[in-house]
């Protein structure tokens, strides 16, 4: 069998993504001690900040037996212009797999075209798929199952939204979304999905989270478009998750975030701080989701 990549959705099925969730939550509870990644090295390529996907892929490289490597694109040739496909041959022959996070989804997809070691995603500017599997298996943790679960997402349009839709299809959950006109998810990712399951677009929060389990957000102005951020500012005004828009929630509606979160922007303080916030426990799913993960594309 060849390589594996995890560069969106696309590239499991329902039922090997649910065995990624099944085996992440497996290592949540303590039941797994194997190390099937044991003398392999994992490189992290980062274009991005990070804190959470570092730090959760790095100590799960090494709890399941193997070295991670960060490598920031400051410092890389990849950051003078070396090609990646250069890049890709180069360290298919050091290390064992790739994480990298990035701008252009055309990139990871052209490191994972020339590299002969699994590539992840670790976000572009279209997708986060790590993140999704740590909020899916939030969900799941809540909920036990995904059947029957209406998800709003409030807000941007992003990567964080576009990877929601991929996981809906995969699933086949409700997932509505409320943005303003101008910033809504990737017209193809929507399309394709809508024909896979319930996709709602909106510009009412209210109609979005009318009756949702799960209510969710992420910052108006991702990585790279800080130079927008004051038009954003004002084009998101009244989409801020607050305890008034979820009073239109399930009673019992969860709140996820995949963090950094700007108080009192997308997302008020009393919400994110509140009862019916589940970020730190969907922040710790990063190290359970994306080791399940590696021992999947990467284990012995
Ligand atoms: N949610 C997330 O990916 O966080 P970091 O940017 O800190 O990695
Ligand atoms: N949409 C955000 C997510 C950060 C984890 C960004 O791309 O900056």
């Not at 410092?75 to 252009?104: C, H, K």
């Not at 996709?199 to 109609?207: A, C, F, G, H, R």
């Not at 108006?220 to 239109?248: I, K, P």
């Amino acid at each position: 069998m060849g390589k594996r990549d995890f560069l969106s959705f696309s590239d499991v099925s329902r039922a090997e993504c649910q065995a990624i969730l099944d085996l992440a939550l497996r290592m949540k509870s303590g039941g797994y001690t194997d190390r099937p990644l044991t003398g392999q090295t994992l490189a992290l390529i980062f274009a991005k900040s990070s804190t959470r996907t570092r730090v959760s892929f790095e100590v799960g490289a090494r709890q399941l037996g193997a070295d991670a490597l960060f490598l920031s694109t400051n410092d890389m040739q990849l950051g003078r212009g070396e090609p990646i496909r250069d890049t890709a041959r180069v360290l298919s022959r050091y290390v064992n797999g790739i994480m990298i996070r990035t701008f252009a989804q055309s990139d990871v997809e052209e490191l994972a075209r020339f590299a002969s070691i699994p590539i992840i995603n670790g976000l572009t500017d279209l997708l986060h798929p790590c993140q999704l599997l740590a909020d899916l298996l939030t969900v799941l943790e809540e909920f036990g199952s995904l059947d029957r679960r209406i998800v709003a997402w409030i807000g941007d349009g992003n990567n964080m939204a576009n990877s929601w839709i991929e996981a809906a299809g995969l699933f086949g959950f409700e997932l509505r979304l409320a943005c303003p006109e101008g910033y809504e998810p990737n017209r193809d990712i929507f399309e394709a999905n809508a024909k896979r399951t319930r996709l709602v677009m909106t510009e009412d929060p209210v109609e979005a989270v009318a009756g949702a389990h799960v209510v969710n957000t992420d910052v108006w102005a991702s990585m790279g478009q800080e130079s927008e951020a004051e038009a954003r500012r004002q084009a998101f005004m009244g989409y801020c998750v607050d305890d008034q828009l979820l009073a239109a929630a399930s009673p019992d509606a969860i709140v996820l975030h995949c963090l950094p979160a700007h108080r009192g922007e997308e997302i008020s303080e009393a919400v994110l701080e509140g009862p019916r916030s589940r970020v730190w426990n969907e922040a710790e799913n990063r190290l359970h989701a994306q080791k399940a993960l590696l021992a999947t594309l990467m284990g012995a």
